[in-house]
């Protein structure tokens, strides 16, 4: 977890620094300030997970500090000999509040506490953009197929198999009539390569999701959802099973 100091006396930076180096491994200190000034220009160029902030500054406080930032999302854990800022300090959401000198007890409490916030967050930010992506509608990867007198657009998701006969392509779509294309079909091949389907005969390619069966008689083949039959050549028997068999 990244972290940054800010203390208006210098050796109360080393001390904390040195105690979360001896102590808190998971913190790496990232850089330190001991001026309100310098503190406002670190938080406003550096992304953090934790911020040990002093209570009383030299030029303001750690409270007016935060005021200047809008929607920080580090943690704040102050560093402080005034006990009586406790409430406040929990107030602007603080995660712990320790007294100085440093219980080490006590500050490794407070790391862990904001570890677990922290891993919290992390979990809520990826089921949200997860909800997120669940939510959006996916984009369907289609073939543009140029009839005689239109275009049409197909999702290959519907495309059953497609049937080579010289420089045609014949589409045997889903819920739809067969569509000749004139095209060879091994530019459409080309199109589907990553799309699960696959050759098992030199005129046909076809969705591996839409076979329902594989018939080893004398002329093996495969039969489609729908019962459309295509033929699997003799030696790609062999590894057409094994094709089949792959998650």
């Not at 904390?16 to 220009?41: M, P, W, Y």
Request: proline share 2%; charged share 30%; aromatic share 8%.
């Amino acid at each position: 977890m990244k972290a940054i100091i800010i203390d208006d006396e210098r050796h109360n930076v080393n001390n904390l620094n040195s105690l979360l180096k001896r102590h808190c491994k998971e913190v790496d200190v990232i850089a330190v300030a001991t001026t309100f000034k310098q503190g406002k220009e670190l938080l406003s160029s550096t992304e953090i997970d934790i911020l040990f902030l002093d209570i009383e500054l030299d030029d303001g406080t750690g409270f007016e500090l935060l005021g200047l930032l809008e929607g920080y999302k580090f943690q704040v854990i102050f560093v402080t000999g005034y006990e009586n800022y406790a409430v406040k300090a929990f107030r602007v959401s603080a995660s712990d509040y320790i007294m100085k000198p440093i219980d080490i007890d006590e500050l490794k409490a407070a790391v862990a506490k904001v570890a677990g916030k922290i891993s919290e967050r992390h979990s809520n930010d990826l089921i949200e953009n997860m909800n997120l992506l669940l939510k959006k509608p996916l984009k369907q990867k289609r073939l543009e197929l140029r009839l005689m007198n239109e275009v049409k657009y197909v999702n290959v998701t519907d495309i059953m198999a497609m049937e080579a006969s010289h420089n045609y392509t014949k589409f045997h779509i889903k819920d739809m009539a067969d569509q000749l294309v004139t095209k060879p079909m091994a530019e459409f091949e080309r199109q589907v390569k990553d799309d699960g389907f696959f050759r098992p005969h030199n005129k046909w390619v076809v969705n591996s999701w839409y076979v329902a069966s594989l018939h080893t008689e004398a002329n093996t083949f495969l039969k489609l959802t729908g019962g459309l039959e295509v033929p699997v050549s003799r030696e790609n028997k062999e590894w057409v099973k094994k094709y089949l068999l792959q998650p």
